[in-house]
């Protein structure tokens, strides 16, 4: 034990987390949001109950809007791993047609993410949920439990939360409820990029900078995707790359020179600015992130 590393250690934690909560629950599902966090989470899984398949199906709520190289690598990596992935849109969003440039972040977030969410829940009857959030991601991630409990609608409590010791688990539900579980909570932005490049899992392209279209959207660089961001913005190309990956016109990409994991690393180790400076979601209401989670946003 005393020769493991700290990434060892936070991966036993994680794989303990999993197998725990899958070994309670009677109908588990992972969410699947593409990003780096969960490309870790899904690798950490796999590695749990290797040489096994998931016991488990994957879950991707589809906003629409996600970048077109997310949705790529979405269905690759769901081939790849032989994955029972579910791919779920709100119908009455699309039907509605909720966009962000239209509607704006708030409602586009509740519609599109925190209620397909919920509607995706309901219809599948899942009763544990595990998520890639992180505590040092958002300061209301941080109140967050690793198991932490959902009423019948999905919202959270956060002034009403069960006590939780080291790794001593409630995983106890009440009818209708359910949980949402988090095995990354203890990991930090640099451990994860540590842990990619050491395990060498596949993540996105849009983590690695290169010339890409963009233009200034209130002062958010917003990519290019495709032709659906509105003509008044002027484009340039630029060196840039993600730090999180979202709904294209709602992710901001920062300048950068960082084109392979390791520069990634060293540009993170000298950086100084918040991981979710870019992402307008965060900062779209006062209390964004909180009142969203307690809505049940993720």
Request: negative net charge.
């Amino acid at each position: 034990m005393n020769d493991m590393s700290y990434l060892d250690r936070l991966e036993a934690e994680s794989i303990h987390i999993i197998r725990e909560a899958a070994a309670e629950a009677e109908k588990p599902v992972m969410l699947y949001s593409i990003g780096k966090d969960s490309s870790v989470m899904l690798h950490l899984a796999m590695k749990a109950f290797h040489p096994a398949k998931l016991p488990f199906p994957v879950m991707h709520v589809d906003t629409g809007w996600k970048f077109r190289e997310m949705i790529t690598f979405r269905d690759e990596t769901a081939k790849r791993l032989g994955l029972d992935l579910i791919v779920y849109k709100n119908p009455e969003g699309e039907e509605q047609e909720i966009n962000p440039f239209t509607h704006g972040s708030r409602i586009h977030t509740d519609v599109m993410k925190t209620d397909a969410l919920k509607q995706a829940l309901n219809l599948h009857g899942f009763d544990m949920i595990f998520g890639g959030a992180r505590r040092d991601e958002e300061k209301s991630r941080a109140k967050e439990r690793i198991f932490s409990y959902r009423d019948t609608n999905h919202r959270w409590d956060p002034k009403n939360q069960r006590p939780e010791l080291w790794t001593h688990y409630n995983t106890k539900l009440n009818r209708g409820g359910s949980l949402r579980v988090f095995p990354l909570s203890n990991w930090t932005e640099l451990d994860v990029w540590f842990y990619i490049l050491r395990e060498n899992i596949p993540v996105v392209p849009l983590y690695l900078a290169k010339q890409r279209p963009v233009a200034d959207v209130d002062g958010v660089l917003i990519m290019a995707d495709d032709d659906r961001l509105p003509e008044k913005y002027e484009i340039t190309m630029q060196s840039v790359r993600f730090r999180t990956l979202g709904c294209y016109p709602l992710t901001g990409a920062v300048p950068s020179e960082a084109s392979t994991l390791e520069q990634v690393i060293e540009e993170m180790m000298m950086s100084s600015m918040s991981e979710r400076q870019g992402r307008v979601i965060d900062f779209d209401q006062s209390g964004a992130m909180e009142k969203k989670k307690t809505e049940g946003y993720f």
